[in-house]
């Protein structure tokens, strides 16, 4: 995966494709267990864990915070993930205990799922028709703070590049 806007290798990939995280995700393991990209509805829960009302923009509250989040070119950069970036609710499911990091902003993170107008888990939305929408999620680095919500949702072809899409890893269940 490309590194080219990212200073370091601690810095989240960019300029990364939907099929290029697809196929680097075929490739990869976490604790000897297959990966695989997180679907619309797994990423959002994990964004808003522990938030009551659903309908809260941030996992901190309502209004942007640049301590939680690197939008808006604050930075003008991506930078190292941080556990100040991560939800204290995301500590729980992470084998780390430092939370879930950067879920909204730095970059935009493609989801398994074909883009709908109104999200749902299709079962069709597999690898193969490139001319289906895929779903980005998070917001970036330069992007404006209202593309960091929760509930924002992006698309691009799934070949499209561009240096404020990167991805993350779910751990795939054995069947």
Same mark, same amino acid.
């Given at each position: ?5 990212? %200073?370091?290798v *601690?810095?989240?990939?960019v300029?990364v ?15 000897? !267990? $297959?990966c695989?990209?997180?679907?619309e509805?797994?990423? %959002?829960y994990v ?6 009302d659903?309908? *809260?923009?941030?996992?901190w509250? !309502?209004q942007? @915070?640049?301590d939680y989040? /690197?939008?808006? /070119?604050?930075?003008?950069?991506t930078?190292r993930?941080?556990g100040?970036?991560a939800?204290? !609710?995301t500590k729980?499911i992470?084998?780390?205990e430092?939370?879930?990091? @950067?879920?909204?902003g730095?970059v935009?993170e493609?989801?398994? @799922?074909?883009?709908r *107008?109104?999200?749902?888990?299709? %079962? !069709?939305?597999?690898p193969g @028709?490139?001319?289906c929408?895929?779903?980005l999620r998070g917001?970036?680095f ?6 960091c919500?929760?509930?924002?949702r992006? /698309?691009w *072809?799934p070949t ?6 990167? $991805?993350?890893?779910?751990?795939a269940r054995?069947?």
């Amino acid at each position: 995966l490309y590194r080219c806007a990212s %200073e370091t290798v *601690q810095q989240p990939a960019v300029f990364v494709s939907w099929f290029d995280a697809w196929a680097f995700s075929k490739w990869a393991r976490w604790e000897n !267990e $297959c990966c695989r990209l997180p679907w619309e509805n797994e990423w %959002e829960y994990v964004a808003k864990l522990g938030v009551e009302d659903w309908s *809260q923009n941030f996992w901190w509250g !309502e209004q942007m @915070d640049g301590d939680y989040c /690197n939008s808006e /070119n604050r930075v003008g950069k991506t930078t190292r993930p941080s556990g100040a970036h991560a939800s204290p !609710e995301t500590k729980a499911i992470d084998p780390t205990e430092v939370g879930v990091m @950067d879920m909204l902003g730095n970059v935009l993170e493609w989801c398994q @799922d074909i883009y709908r *107008q109104s999200y749902s888990r299709q %079962e !069709e939305d597999v690898p193969g @028709d490139i001319k289906c929408s895929r779903v980005l999620r998070g917001g970036s680095f330069n992007g404006d703070v209202a593309h960091c919500r929760s509930a924002f949702r992006y /698309n691009w *072809q799934p070949t499209y590049t561009v240096y404020v899409s990167g $991805c993350r890893f779910a751990r795939a269940r054995k069947s």
